[in-house]
């Protein structure tokens, strides 16, 4: 119990300083370092909680900001799911604008294809995911990870992908 309360407060911190971030600050390589250092975490508690039973798990998270957002243990894999398909949707995207502004090469077609493929695939998966849970559940795991560009937005999710 001790390392997932250890764990607990890493992600507390990490998503502290996630939400300190400026607005201009969203959305850029310093926000997606700290939503890998979340990914990495949020799989050590995985590993950690596997054999906990849900009223222990619950007693872990209760106090922490994570109370009303691990409603059951399961969310970790589900926010795993949701942090690895923004990070993938993230990175595609960003080597495909690359692309396009300073390395258009012969060969460019063909990885800018591949690419913008990967990063609406990553996306559509999320909105799945995100429609699985639902509005509110996808609204408190956009706010705890400073995803409020219009891009993650639950609207905007749904009606593009």
Known sequence: MASLQRSLVNLE??????????????????HIRLLYEVLK??????????HETEA????????????????????????IKLIGYVVTAWEATTKANAILIENFDESA????ELLQVKAIKAKSQLKTVATAMGQ???DKFSRALGLKTQEWQWDTLRARF
Request: glycine content about 2%.
């Open 136 to 138: 509110s559940d996808y």
């Open 56 to 79: 222990s798990f619950q007693n872990a998270v209760k106090g922490s900001i994570f109370e009303n957002i691990f409603e059951r243990k399961r969310m970790i894999a589900v926010y």
């Open 41 to 50: 975490e949020l799989k050590s508690a995985e590993a950690l909680i596997s």
């Open 109 to 112: 077609d063909k990885r800018l």
């Open 13 to 30: 911190m990490l998503c502290d300083d996630i939400n300190a971030l400026s607005t201009d600050a969203l959305n850029t390589a310093p």
